[in-house]
């Protein structure tokens, strides 16, 4: 990789470029999600690569969905894998979550060498790979879950991803939050909380909005979850894309 001197106007996003390219060196991630990281990186483009003030929101709402949940689940693809290993394991430690890796295109090698991955960043249980439960109306891979993670979850971090399963995740009753930089994007649209920011930003952020509010009283988390607004987040993430600046 060549070094990008942190002067660079575009330093950051080129850094996260290339850890995709080198997840896919490793069998991490898709070729797929080469393309997938271009969709995204052309929003953050127009959201001027910050989070903006109702991603924020939408962060402290995730991470309080996740404090009142029962069994919340972090589902990780080959982009998250490459792009936030140490971040998620750090996320499912603040809230108590596991981690189930679940692949649009998977195949038995990348699911052990994210997993394996995710174990060099610390996780001690990573779920995905006994896959004896599925999702039903989904007709491809993604069905696979664990019994007992995604299966028996009540809120799911799906971050990334095409919009059919968040939608069936949906119709099972779970909670979900999704993490995508398109707010138009059919996930985003069917999500529980949206949060509309680059996935390198989105994790570490609602890490910290955990351990900020890990002292509250459920009754405070359940006012940050009920006073969310996922319409307003959206249409706010939209109006920064489309005119520009934060509300
Ligand atoms: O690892 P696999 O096999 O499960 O495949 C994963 C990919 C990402 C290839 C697959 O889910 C896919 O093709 O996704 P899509 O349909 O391209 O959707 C990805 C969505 O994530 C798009 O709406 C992008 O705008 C958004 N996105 C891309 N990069 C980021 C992002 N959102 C947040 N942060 C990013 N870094």
Same mark, same amino acid.
């Given at each position: 990789?060549?070094?990008?001197?942190?002067?660079?106007?575009?330093?950051?996003?080129?850094?996260?470029r290339?850890?995709i390219e080198?997840?896919v060196?490793?069998?991490?991630t898709s070729r797929q999600g080469l393309i997938a990281q271009g969709?995204?990186?052309?929003?953050?483009?127009?959201?001027?690569?910050?989070?903006?003030?109702?991603?924020?929101?939408?962060?402290?709402?995730?991470?309080?969905?996740?404090?009142?949940?029962?069994?919340?689940?972090?589902?990780?693809?080959?982009n998250?894998?490459?792009?936030?290993?140490?971040?998620?394991?750090?996320?499912?430690?603040?809230?108590?979550?596991?981690?189930?890796?679940?692949?649009?295109?998977?195949?038995?090698?990348?699911?052990?060498?994210?997993?394996?991955?995710?174990?060099?960043?610390?996780?001690?249980?990573?779920?995905?790979?006994? !896959?004896? =439960?599925?999702?039903?109306? $989904?007709?491809?891979?993604? #069905?696979?879950? @664990?019994? /007992?993670?995604?299966? &028996? *979850?009540?809120?799911?971090?799906?971050?990334?991803?095409?919009?059919?399963?968040?939608?069936?995740?949906?119709?099972?009753?779970?909670?979900?939050?999704?993490?995508?930089?398109?707010?138009?994007?059919?996930?985003?649209?069917?999500?529980?909380?949206?949060?509309?920011?680059?996935?390198?930003?989105?994790?570490?952020?609602?890490?910290?909005?955990?351990?900020?509010? !890990?002292? =509250?009283?459920?009754?405070? $988390?359940?006012?940050?979850? #009920?006073?969310? @607004?996922? /319409?307003?987040?959206? &249409? *706010?993430?939209?109006?920064?894309?489309?005119?520009?600046?934060?509300?």
């Amino acid at each position: 990789m060549t070094d990008v001197p942190e002067s660079h106007p575009r330093h950051d996003s080129l850094v996260t470029r290339h850890r995709i390219e080198e997840g896919v060196e490793r069998g991490i991630t898709s070729r797929q999600g080469l393309i997938a990281q271009g969709r995204g990186e052309a929003f953050d483009y127009l959201l001027g690569e910050q989070t903006i003030s109702s991603a924020d929101a939408a962060e402290r709402a995730a991470a309080a969905q996740f404090l009142v949940a029962d069994h919340p689940v972090v589902s990780v693809n080959g982009n998250v894998a490459a792009l936030v290993p140490g971040e998620v394991v750090e996320l499912a430690d603040a809230t108590g979550a596991d981690l189930e890796v679940n692949l649009f295109n998977r195949t038995e090698e990348r699911m052990e060498a994210i997993a394996d991955h995710l174990r060099e960043h610390g996780a001690t249980e990573v779920k995905g790979l006994t !896959a004896d =439960a599925t999702v039903p109306g $989904l007709d491809h891979e993604r #069905a696979k879950v @664990d019994s /007992d993670g995604i299966a &028996a *979850a009540d809120v799911v971090l799906v971050p990334l991803e095409d919009g059919d399963r968040a939608e069936a995740l949906g119709a099972l009753d779970k909670t979900e939050v999704v993490i995508d930089l398109n707010p138009l994007s059919r996930s985003a649209q069917a999500a529980t909380v949206p949060v509309v920011d680059n996935v390198v930003r989105a994790v570490p952020a609602i890490t910290e909005h955990a351990r900020d509010l !890990a002292g =509250a009283d459920r009754e405070t $988390l359940e006012t940050i979850v #009920a006073e969310f @607004d996922a /319409d307003e987040a959206l &249409a *706010a993430a939209e109006r920064a894309i489309r005119e520009g600046g934060d509300d």
